[in-house]
């Protein structure tokens, strides 16, 4: 059995890691591809290539990788994030599950199902993958996008409302009764007694822990802690990624985030390869043929009604056009959750052994095509406002700007008044009208208001951008990189271990893993990101193994010869440091920056052997 899990284990690394290579360096096309290529290798009964014995175990494992990615984004989604969202992502995660349970279920009947099965098969349909939502937005570096925090609290909504699909179902087809309404406050308050327990307790458990056994206990605390959550969310018959996902939103409020970010992040990837590998040899080639009529309906139902639905709501919720389009482009698969409901409905017998492989068959499909739908959903994002007639796309857009002042003065009112839906409904309509008639004035007049109204609040936001250690810009200073200017930005603040500075001087220089807190509006911040992405080559950059100490002795034709170390720039022309000399037998060393070579002077240098090179062909 050990052997037979070492085998397992070996085979799935291994061939997910050689076709993520493969797909990611030639063909350039995602990793997650890459790795649900090699699962589907791995499920062909074909001699001579790697296999999997015990696919229970491979499960086991891929259910941990899930697990890590929802505690992954559950630090980047903690409860203060949670609170500015609002209530908008309730609206949308509510109606859009809904509704495509109701298109689902409906498209099913059409198909000839009978019984509980097209209820349980729309609820699949229903429900979008977050782990490979997740991973997409990482591959892409858009988790700090302001886009992605909507996405993610719809997501959080539409996995709660799958919980309550999955009760709902499991009753009915037993014939018991349920109480929603019962159900709802349960749920409702054991997330409440979580996140109060959790943020009064686990920020003060974890830097202690991380004062006395540094990354160490650090690492082993977090992952504990994320899997312990989700066993008793599994236990109370919540969903087990929804307890992962609150323990990282508790742990993102501790002072060690960006630590815990880090140290667990090889570990994450390592199951979420494990997960993607495990899709794809569930796959089995021969359902397509089989089930080709249900498969393509499925497809079709979750690819364009996953799009029209979320695009529809996103707006309605003013999230105006850009940010809608490109919430809408991630949602168009279905993944681990709804492989939870197809199980329920086959151990319940409502779902047969043929459509649980179509189902599995169709998530890989959408899986494959997401994201190509996502780039494609991302260029017509930034397109458009030029596609878009320009009296539509001022009127989408003023409506969103409406909601946004609804929301925000609504906060101000008293509590009696804030969820009065008429006097929303005429704010909304009135607060359209005066911003339409604004903007047709500033289009048909030259006026100085034209360039302020665009800055408004919702045109420009925060965003924190994370630095690599070898970025270009890490030991520049503020003041050098002029970012301000090149860019339209403000650096408001350097979030850097422990501390943060704020209002940060001109002088300041950034260090590796710090985290610029930005403002500005949306096209700027995603070119700083860019510009902040690209990483130094040059020979700054090179391992102790390609540096060493060596001997240079200048002849009378060295264009050091009567120069000073200073005057030649040695370490910023050459990257490398003049550590002696050697002048007729009397040796000097640390050599100041004034001092002057001679002839026949031996300077011992520390370097790349290529600048080292460098120097010595300055005398040929």
Sequence with gaps: MHNIFIQDLSAILL???????????????PLLLGYIFGGVLLSLPISYTPYVVSKDSASTLAEIGVLLLMFSMGLHFGVRKIKSLGSSP??????????????????????????T???????????????????????????????????????????????????????????????????LPIFLCSILLWWLL?????????????????????VILSIGLALGLAFISASWNFSSALGAFIMGSILSECREIRKIESIIEPVKNIFALVFFVSIGFLFSPKIIIDKWQFILAAVCTIVLGKFAINLFFNLFAG????????????????????FVIAQVGVSLGAIDNQNFSAIVATAIITILVTPFI??????????AEFILPNSTYKLIESYSQSVIEFSLENKMLPFYERYSLFKGINYLINNTKTRLKKNYMLM???????????????????????????????????????????????????????????SPKANETILPNDTLLVYGNEKAIYDLQNFCNEERQDELFASLDQCTLAGVKLNADHPFIDKTILQLGIRVNYNCIVLAVNRKNNRIKNPISTFMFNVDDELFIFGTRESLEKIRELQN
């Design 15 to 29: 061939t997910g890691g050689a076709f993520g290579w493969i797909f990611k360096k030639f063909l350039k096309l």
């Design 90 to 115: 309730i609206i949308i995660g509510v109606l859009q599950a809904l509704l495509m349970w109701f298109v689902g279920t409906q498209v099913c009947r059409a198909l000839g199902f009978t019984g």
């Design 117 to 183: 099965e097209p209820l349980f098969i729309g609820a699949v349909l229903s429900t979008a993958s977050t782990a490979v939502i997740i991973k997409i937005l990482e591959d892409k570096q858009l988790t700090s996008a302001r886009f992605a925090d909507k996405l993610m609290a719809v997501l959080l909504v539409e996995d709660s409302v799958a919980i309550f699909m999955i009760i709902w179902l499991s009753t009915s087809v037993t014939g018991s009764e349920i109480k929603l309404y019962e159900l």
């Design 198 to 218: 959790g943020t009064l307790l686990l920020p003060r458990i974890i830097h202690s822990a991380f004062l006395a056994g540094k990354e160490e206990l650090l």
């Design 319 to 338: 999230r105006g056009v850009k940010d809608s389009i490109r919430i809408s482009g991630f949602m168009v698969q279905i993944g681990e959750l709804s």
């Design 374 to 383: 996502v780039k494609g959903s991302l260029l017509l994002a930034d397109k």
């Design 444 to 502: 048909t007049s030259k006026n100085v208001t034209a360039t302020l109204d665009r800055l408004a609040p919702w045109d420009e936001y925060l965003v924190p951008v994370i630095i690599s250690s070898n970025s270009i810009i890490v030991g520049k200073n503020l003041i050098d990189l002029n970012l301000r200017e090149k860019f339209i930005v403000n650096i408001v603040a350097i979030a850097r271990e422990a501390r943060t500075i704020i």
